[in-house]
């Protein structure tokens, strides 16, 4: 039997996130092999120049299981911001898979293993209702997230907006699902319809987006979300298809990069993975792909670029842009042009002063 893993909780949500099939009882020697994205993606060759150490990815979500084997010593405390007590708690599942996907640790060479298995986990619920889901945001763009895996969908709100302008204004990198509906009801979903936020489709092996991924403006990147093999509550996986796991993959990636490069921006962050994304479809950014498929190594290797004010305009600006003159560059040696200019006028002042002075003594002789 096919079910949703957040159905139980919210239907309306149901859409977006990940898919889920029957529990199966892997054992944790098989496990890894049937992780096919982490060769597709090289994730052992980009941990060998990063595992997300010291960077914290917010799971706003169902919570997340931390007694799982494959996440020990990965999930802080986090919170629930409708009781107020921590968020360690997934009766779901899907937040724990999406913490999975990110950062799990696995066991030695067995296991499930995440993306950036260094990295931290601060799980946050619940995400079905915006005030509550507003809340969170704020409060683990306050508690030290530098990463936020979004994926949810809910209703538009001010609020919503608000706290997700604020966690971008704290430099937290915001990375969302698109959604699964597809052609069927190829709706704006939120929050990833933000412009703040970075939209995550989904592609199959072959890199062919899934016909349930939807497309649009609000998509900037795609990566695998086929058949996912997922850790999930007791200790168990189910496999599972959705733009939700293509966003956690990309959320580790972030947590990579922000390893690396520590003192890049959420903006820069974002234009190091659509820059040098694999362009898939039609040629240059499209509704379907975005900027194109996640390329970890080549993120991680390519110099960083400038920064750019969100990542819809990220995906969407030129590869490159007109230099400017970096100090020194320039006409007077790296003075700035307004202080020559400054100069000059008063140089004139002074002279033309002088020159009535001559006037007026010679006059008085």
Not at 161 to 189: F, P, Q, T, Y
Not at 233 to 257: D, E, F, P, Q, R
Not at 277 to 292: E, F, M
Not at 338 to 365: D, E, H, P, T, Y
Request: glycine fraction near 12%; avoid cysteine.
């Amino acid at each position: 039997m096919i079910l949703s893993g957040r159905a139980r909780v919210v239907p309306a949500v149901a859409a977006l996130v990940i898919v889920f099939g029957t529990p199966t009882p892997a054992r944790a020697d098989e496990v890894r092999d049937r992780e096919w994205w982490l060769s597709t993606l090289k994730v052992a060759e980009a941990q060998h120049i990063s595992k997300g150490a010291g960077v914290t990815v917010a799971v706003v979500d169902s919570g997340v299981n931390a007694d799982h084997p494959d996440l020990k010593g990965a999930v802080l405390t986090g919170r629930d911001t409708v009781s107020g007590k921590d968020g360690q708690f997934d009766a779901e599942g899907h937040g724990t898979a999406m913490a999975g996907i990110i950062a799990a640790r696995g066991r030695g060479r067995s296991g499930f293993l995440g993306i950036a298995p260094a990295a931290k986990i601060l799980p946050v619920r619940p995400s079905d209702d915006t005030m509550f889901a507003a809340a969170g945001i704020r409060w683990a763009a306050a508690h030290g997230a530098k990463v936020m895996n979004l994926s949810f969908a809910i209703g538009p709100s001010d609020n919503l907006h608000a706290a997700i302008r604020e966690a971008a204004a704290a430099d937290v990198v915001l990375i969302g699902a698109v959604g699964n509906s597809g052609d069927r009801d190829n709706k704006a979903e939120y929050p990833v319809s933000y412009p703040e936020v970075l939209g995550v489709g989904a592609v199959d092996r072959t890199g062919k987006v899934l016909p349930v991924s939807q497309h649009g403006p609000q998509v900037d990147l795609v990566a695998p979300g086929k058949d996912l093999l997922l850790p999930v509550y007791g200790n168990k996986y189910l496999m599972g298809t959705g733009t939700s796991g293509s966003a956690a993959i990309v959320s580790g990636a972030a947590a990579l990069i922000r390893a690396r490069h520590p003192d890049l921006s959420a903006a820069q962050v974002v234009r190091l993975m659509t820059s040098t994304a694999t362009d898939l479809g039609t040629a240059g950014r499209d509704d379907y792909y975005g900027s194109g498929e996640l390329n970890l190594v080549a993120a991680l290797t390519a110099t960083p670029p400038r920064a750019s004010p969100s990542p819809r305009s990220v995906a969407q600006a030129p590869a490159a842009a007109t230099p400017v003159p970096a100090s020194g560059d320039g006409p007077g040696g790296g003075v700035p042009p307004l202080l020559i200019v400054a100069v000059g006028v008063a140089l004139l002042v002074v002279a033309a002063l002088a020159g009535i002075v001559r006037v007026r003594r010679a006059g008085a002789r």
